[in-house]
């Protein structure tokens, strides 16, 4: 396995620096317990079905518990209003209009819905401006009323993509993609980046849920190229090292979040060792005394959540709900739905864990507030930063600033 040593600065900051300041969006301890009315937050994820992500609520309780176990916000605890959707568009809908009618609330949040368009559609019907944790589909991209503070697949894609590109000795790029219309337009940004960089570059589809990658392989040219890169779920990132480890393949391999998560490195093991991968912000994997806002959500995830804190999307649950609480917070007792909204779309960052900076509406598009993304890579069962702590920002590059097309994310498995 070829190993990268080299940084790509396309948009950075120090890491310790904004890691620092990202531990500011945290509630400060308080004294005693919170009392009075509850501050309700409306919470909408896929908690069942198929393709379901319980990490995702399991970080935004253990955010709640930690906000709480703190002095809550102004001194007043939080209530996280579940609604649990299925991954149909039905429970979409029904969770949509049930938080949107819902005039109690003080704000609403969403993890991963693959059908949200009928969410949007029923929480800005009722004048809600929601705040997702990470966006993947088209029908997020293209929502009414939402403000996503991390960039999901757009900053993936593009940080990958641009990555690849500039770094030294890669003349060539095989690509296989997960064959649904999102991943086909993540691969796509990936050819058009490495043909405008001069580079050789090839893509195959692979059936989604595919147990054999070894054709797809070696049909994109992966064991001749210099860089191999994925756009696969986690259960495409596991026939993946298989197959690359029964053809010997020595490419570099780079893949998104998906190839990071826990039932990949568990699974695959050392099949997937030196394997890079890109994400939207900081990773839990990193371990303790690398990164501050890793070392806090490690340590306030063992005593607040439940489960293993690098379950999938845990961290950005956690970090989208404390950085929702930190807003909130800055409003005092002008809680009335115009101040939230408002305040929600102001909101520049950091989010623990996420994205450093964040401005809406977005450059790219609108609801997609940051286009921030990171490189990391798998050594072992933990990950380290490829990238020297930078940032990429994919979306100040033009050859990768355009937004995925499809319906569906290439990775919808995903965890940071």
Same mark, same amino acid.
């Given at each position: 396995?070829?190993?990268?040593?080299?940084?790509?600065?396309?948009?950075a900051?120090?890491?310790?620096?904004?890691?620092?300041?990202?531990?500011?969006?945290?509630?400060?301890?308080?004294?005693?317990?919170?009392?009075?009315?509850?501050?309700?937050?409306?919470?909408?994820?896929?908690?069942?079905?198929?393709?379901?992500?319980?990490?995702?609520?399991?970080?935004?309780?253990?955010?709640?518990?930690?906000?709480?176990?703190?002095?809550?916000?102004?001194?007043?605890?939080?209530?996280?209003?579940?609604?649990?959707?299925?991954?149909?568009?039905?429970s979409?809908?029904?969770?949509?209009?049930?938080?949107?009618?819902?005039?109690?609330?003080?704000?609403?949040?969403?993890?991963?819905?693959?059908?949200?368009?009928?969410f949007?559609? +029923?929480?800005?019907?009722?004048?809600?401006?929601v705040?997702?944790? !990470? $966006?993947?589909? /088209? =029908? @997020? *991209?293209?929502? %009414?009323?939402?403000?996503?503070?991390?960039?999901?697949?757009?900053?993936?894609?593009?940080?990958a993509?641009?990555?690849?590109?500039?770094?030294?000795?890669?003349?060539?790029?095989?690509v296989?993609?997960?064959?649904?219309?999102?991943?086909?337009?993540?691969?796509?940004?990936?050819?058009?980046? +490495?043909e405008?960089?001069?580079?050789?570059v090839?893509?195959?589809? !692979? $059936?989604?849920? /595919? =147990? @054999? *990658?070894?054709? %797809?392989?070696?049909a994109?040219?992966?064991?001749?190229?210099?860089?191999?890169?994925?756009?696969v779920?986690?259960?495409?990132?596991?026939?993946?090292?298989?197959?690359?480890?029964?053809?010997?393949?020595?490419?570099?391999?780079?893949?998104?979040?998906?190839?990071?998560?826990?039932?990949?490195?568990?699974?695959?093991?050392?099949?997937?060792?030196?394997?890079?991968?890109?994400?939207?912000?900081?990773?839990?994997?990193?371990?303790?005394?690398?990164?501050?806002?890793?070392?806090?959500?490690?340590?306030?995830?063992?005593?607040?959540?439940?489960?293993?804190?690098?379950?999938?999307?845990?961290?950005?649950?956690?970090?989208?709900?404390?950085?929702?609480?930190?807003?909130?917070?800055?409003?005092?007792?002008?809680?009335?739905?115009?101040?939230?909204?408002?305040a929600?779309?102001?909101?520049?960052?950091?989010?623990?864990?996420?994205?450093r900076?964040?401005?809406?509406?977005?450059?790219?598009?609108?609801?997609?507030?940051?286009?921030?993304?990171?490189?990391?890579?798998?050594?072992?069962?933990?990950?380290?930063?490829?990238?020297?702590?930078?940032?990429?920002?994919?979306?100040?590059a033009?050859?990768?600033?355009?937004?995925?097309?499809?319906?569906?994310?290439?990775?919808?498995?995903?965890?940071?």
């Amino acid at each position: 396995m070829k190993r990268l040593t080299a940084g790509v600065r396309l948009t950075a900051a120090a890491a310790l620096a904004a890691a620092t300041v990202a531990l500011a969006a945290m509630p400060a301890a308080a004294g005693s317990a919170p009392s009075g009315d509850p501050i309700r937050i409306g919470w909408a994820n896929t908690d069942e079905g198929g393709y379901s992500f319980p990490g995702m609520t399991a970080g935004a309780e253990a955010a709640v518990a930690y906000v709480n176990a703190n002095g809550g916000i102004n001194s007043r605890p939080i209530e996280l209003v579940s609604c649990v959707m299925a991954g149909d568009e039905a429970s979409s809908a029904a969770c949509g209009q049930q938080l949107g009618n819902d005039m109690s609330l003080t704000a609403i949040a969403a993890g991963i819905n693959l059908f949200s368009g009928p969410f949007f559609q +029923a929480t800005s019907g009722q004048g809600w401006t929601v705040v997702g944790a !990470v $966006p993947l589909t /088209a =029908a @997020d *991209f293209a929502a %009414p009323g939402v403000v996503f503070w991390n960039s999901g697949v757009l900053g993936q894609i593009g940080a990958a993509a641009a990555y690849v590109t500039q770094l030294p000795d890669v003349a060539s790029v095989a690509v296989v993609y997960d064959d649904n219309p999102a991943a086909a337009g993540a691969a796509q940004q990936i050819v058009d980046a +490495a043909e405008a960089a001069g580079l050789t570059v090839t893509s195959v589809p !692979v $059936p989604v849920g /595919a =147990a @054999d *990658f070894t054709v %797809p392989i070696t049909a994109a040219g992966a064991e001749g190229a210099d860089v191999f890169m994925l756009m696969v779920d986690q259960r495409g990132c596991i026939a993946a090292a298989g197959a690359i480890s029964q053809l010997g393949l020595d490419s570099t391999v780079v893949g998104t979040a998906p190839c990071a998560d826990d039932s990949v490195i568990e699974s695959a093991g050392d099949q997937v060792d030196g394997w890079y991968f890109a994400d939207g912000g900081s990773n839990a994997r990193l371990g303790s005394g690398v990164d501050p806002e890793v070392d806090e959500y490690l340590e306030q995830f063992a005593t607040h959540g439940e489960g293993a804190p690098t379950q999938s999307f845990a961290s950005y649950g956690w970090g989208t709900i404390l950085a929702l609480a930190d807003v909130l917070g800055g409003l005092g007792d002008a809680l009335d739905q115009e101040s939230v909204n408002a305040a929600v779309s102001a909101f520049t960052g950091p989010v623990p864990l996420g994205a450093r900076t964040v401005s809406c509406p977005g450059p790219v598009i609108p609801a997609v507030c940051t286009g921030e993304g990171r490189i990391f890579q798998i050594v072992g069962d933990v990950v380290v930063d490829a990238n020297n702590g930078e940032v990429i920002d994919p979306t100040a590059a033009p050859a990768v600033a355009s937004a995925p097309a499809g319906s569906a994310t290439p990775g919808t498995t995903a965890d940071q």
